[in-house]
């Protein structure tokens, strides 16, 4: 089946400063990658996701990079706030509607 | 989107006993999913729930310790049975939403049930 690596496990930044979240993954069939933002006690909230036909994404200070030749894809937080400490989670999916998810990355901005 | 909402919040249960959630969506959907996802860890697929036919688990996950119901297009159930210690967890249903109401391969995910078992 399908596995997704995602990278750093915990990532601390300076508040403005930019944040970058890296996955790889392992089914070439896999078309879809989505980012979910999970605040402690929280449901996983959908950020960006990306399909296989682009090569990039992006709202507002979010943006979402892939390669489908090296299989990963990237996520950039742009001047980044304390509001965007949460953990992120990468996922990867096909065409039957399953998702693999990443381990997730802490992201702590720091004031 | 869509409003999800899951029944219970929380629950502490015994050893031994089993425990019923519920998931309600607000509009029809085709596919809804059921997670684990365990203290401090990622999310981890259990089943895909489909209304008219039995659900379809991953490897690890069994039908007779994790039952599903899909009786219509807005409600599912998932039985954690005869619970020990070790399905303490957090269970998120998810459903699969597209813009203008059409199938899609995006998730949207309910709030969660925390069930300690002790």
């Known amino acids: 089946g399908e596995n997704v690596e995602q990278h750093p496990s915990t990532l601390s930044v300076q508040e403005g400063d930019s944040a970058v979240i890296k996955c790889t993954y392992s089914d070439s069939a896999s078309n879809y990658f989505p980012w979910y933002k999970q605040e402690l006690g929280k449901r996983p909230q959908l950020i960006i996701d990306?399909?296989?036909?682009?090569g990039e994404k992006k709202d507002q200070r979010i943006a979402v990079t892939l390669n489908k030749t090296a299989k990963h894809f990237s996520l950039h937080i742009t001047e980044t706030q304390p509001e965007d400490s949460a953990v992120y989670f990468c996922?990867?999916?096909?065409?039957?509607?399953?998702?693999?998810f990443g381990k997730g990355t802490l992201l702590t901005v720091n004031p | 989107s869509a409003v999800i909402s899951q029944k219970p919040s929380r629950d502490i249960c015994q050893r031994g006993t089993s425990l019923t959630i519920q998931c309600q969506v607000d509009?029809?959907?085709?596919?809804m999913f059921w997670y684990r996802q365990q203290p401090g860890q990622s999310l981890t697929l259990i089943a895909t729930a489909n209304q008219g036919s039995e659900a379809t688990y991953e490897s690890g996950f069994v039908i007779d310790k994790f039952p599903i119901s899909r009786p219509n297009l807005t409600f599912s159930t998932l039985t954690v049975s005869n619970m020990s210690p070790e399905d303490s967890s957090i269970y998120l249903c998810s459903v699969e939403r597209g813009a203008s109401g059409t199938s899609t391969d995006t998730q949207y995910f309910g709030p969660g049930t925390r069930l300690t078992v002790l």
């Open positions: 996922g990867s999916g096909g065409s039957n509607y399953k998702l693999t």
């Open positions: 509009s029809q959907v085709t596919m």
């Open positions: 990306i399909r296989s036909n682009v």
